[in-house]
């Protein structure tokens, strides 16, 4: 009798160094298969048809249209009529079983895909005239495609030679055809990347020249775009020399707390001293005439220490203010009326140094 051996270590080595050879399908290139399906055999092999054939195989993908399968397959049957043909026969077992290898090339990129395949094995015969094995050459044709992410199915008609040069038939061959359904586990290959992380959205273009003359007060208010570089400037943007008026920090009679407007003002005054870095001020406080000239000192003083506070808590620089109250010695308007006297009660920054 002769050995499989050979046949199964040629094919061992064919898929192992067949894929160091070939650039592999990166998406689940291994799969294992199970086919059932039945047999029309040879008229000349005196048989039973209807029987059922059966295969087992291994296999992977090389690229994307060809796969390489190791296949094992078999079927069982009966042999008509053998006491008559042998005489004192005792029984009617008879068997074929193929291990051998099938390529097959997909024809498409379908989701189902037709293909046709070629192999060649050795046929191993059990009957009641001989027990041998033979070379066998197959042709196949069918349909494969994906049920799920590792399934996958498979439809195939094949035709096979097998050269029994023992059976009883004269020639020395016979020709069997095979058709069958097939269930395949994809496995092996390597995940698909993740999708790349979308680019972050540009940040918004800055506005188009907010300041054209660099002096810390937004061109929609500055009154004077073009004053010179490192000058100090009030907060319409126009330089001064030595004071800078804060139109809007006024405070009610007799007191010295911050008004809602007076703080909004207060707060373009620190974004300019932030701007202006070198400048060091003097925060001068005032008041209207009512009242002894001793107690309007007092609190122009306390109003000149409020806003002095005030700027220090937005980040300016302690050392860079001073606070002093000049009482009401410097009016600026009549203390004769109401709105004169409201003009009178406020705080004005006077620049010491720059």
């Not at 808590?313 to 000049?326: D, E, K, P, V």
Request: charged share 25%.
């Amino acid at each position: 009798m002769k050995t499989l051996k050979p046949l199964a270590a040629l094919t061992a080595a064919a898929l192992l160094f067949g894929s160091t050879a070939l650039q592999a399908d990166g998406e689940q290139p291994w799969h294992v298969t199970y086919q059932l399906g039945g047999a029309s055999l040879d008229s000349a092999r005196n048989t039973n048809d209807g029987d059922v054939w059966q295969s087992i195989g291994v296999g992977r993908f090389f690229g994307n249209n060809f796969s390489l399968d190791l296949e094992y397959d078999e079927i069982e049957s009966e042999y008509l009529d053998y006491n008559v043909a042998v005489p004192g026969a005792t029984y009617d077992n008879w068997k074929l079983s193929t291990l051998g290898l099938m390529g097959r090339y997909y024809i498409t990129d379908w989701n189902f895909r037709p293909f046709i395949g070629a192999g060649v094995g050795r046929t191993k015969h059990r009957s009641v005239l001989d027990e041998g094995d033979d070379t066998a050459l197959s042709l196949a044709v069918g349909l494969q495609g994906q049920l799920a992410k590792h399934f996958s199915v498979r439809a195939q008609a094949m035709w096979r030679n097998d050269n029994d040069g023992t059976s009883l038939a004269p020639r020395g061959h016979f020709q069997d055809f095979f058709y069958s359904i097939g269930l395949s586990y994809d496995f092996g290959g390597v995940d698909a990347p993740p999708p790349a992380p979308a680019e972050p959205a540009a940040p918004p273009p800055p506005p188009a020249n907010p300041d054209l003359d660099g002096d810390g007060v937004p061109n929609e208010r500055d009154k004077c775009p073009n004053t010179r570089p490192g000058a100090v400037v009030d907060l319409d943007g126009c330089e001064v020399e030595a004071v800078i008026s804060l139109d809007g920090v006024y405070f009610d009679f007799d007191k010295a707390t911050l008004r809602p407007e007076g703080i909004a003002v207060l707060n373009e005054a620190a974004a300019l001293l932030k701007t202006n870095d070198r400048v060091v001020v003097e925060v001068a406080g005032h008041t209207d005439s009512v009242g002894s000239e001793q107690y309007n000192q007092g609190l122009s003083e306390r109003r000149a220490n409020t806003v002095r506070d005030y700027l220090v808590s937005q980040g300016i620089t302690a050392t860079r203010l001073t606070a002093r109250g000049y009482g009401e010695v410097q009016p600026v308007a009549t203390n004769d009326t109401d709105e004169g006297r409201q003009l009178n009660r406020r705080v004005e920054l006077i620049v010491l140094d720059r």
